[in-house]
């Protein structure tokens, strides 16, 4: 699993009008060939009496899935410039459908890739751009009277609060980087005189909004 990479976020379409063709970029999130090629029928139906429905899509975590597809557009004048978008923005398992409605004026090639291109790029945008990063999940339990002090400590820190769970013991759940769960420890073992147990669960993806 990667570190961290980015994605979009789950779903969204913006539309731009260029020369007076419609220009309608649908984003989602794909994990798999299978969801990309699912999402670009789906479009495809949506859009039936569209001009073009053309798509770029890359999946996997070294990129090693990449497709561009012009859909009846000159070669290389739609899909290539929408994947290149992908590529220039480092975005993983992200795949794009830019459906046109044609407005009577020809754009030339050079028009063209500029069109699916801002399309995709203005898209993406629209619909926000994610870094996932991996996190260990600590769970830290102790007597309820430790409550309010891990509570204000934790969130008034820089690790990441995640849920509290209300049993026999208060439970805590924090998200905390791979390379700080010692330290993280040693804090709230400071923080408690010792009194909480402390444990490493599973790794998990945090999804923080970048600008």
């Not at 979009?8 to 299978?34: L, N």
Request: hydrophobic share 35%.
């Amino acid at each position: 699993m990667l570190p961290n990479y980015l994605t979009v976020k789950e779903h969204g379409e913006h539309e731009i009008v260029i020369q007076k063709s419609r220009f309608i970029a649908h984003v989602k999130r794909a994990e798999t060939e299978k969801e990309a090629q699912n999402f670009i029928q789906e479009i495809k139906k949506q859009h039936w009496n569209a001009t073009h429905n053309c798509s770029a899509y890359m999946i996997g975590e070294h990129d090693q899935i990449q497709k561009a597809n012009d859909d009846g557009e000159p070669s290389g004048t739609a899909g290539v410039p929408m994947l290149e978008v992908l590529k220039k923005r480092n975005l993983k398992d992200t795949v794009v459908v830019v459906t046109r409605y044609f407005g009577g004026i020809k754009l030339g090639a050079g028009g063209l890739i500029r069109a699916y291109g801002k399309a995709t790029s203005e898209g993406i945008n629209a619909v926000g751009v994610v870094e996932r990063k991996l996190m260990a999940i600590m769970h830290v339990k102790a007597d309820y009277t430790w409550l309010g002090k891990l509570e204000n400590e934790i969130r008034s820190s820089h690790y990441l609060l995640k849920e509290i769970h209300y049993s026999d013991l208060v439970e805590v759940e924090v998200y905390v980087e791979d390379a700080q769960t010692e330290a993280f420890t040693e804090w709230i073992t400071e923080l408690t005189n010792g009194q909480a147990a402390i444990n490493v669960g599973k790794n998990e993806y945090l999804e923080i909004d970048v600008e």
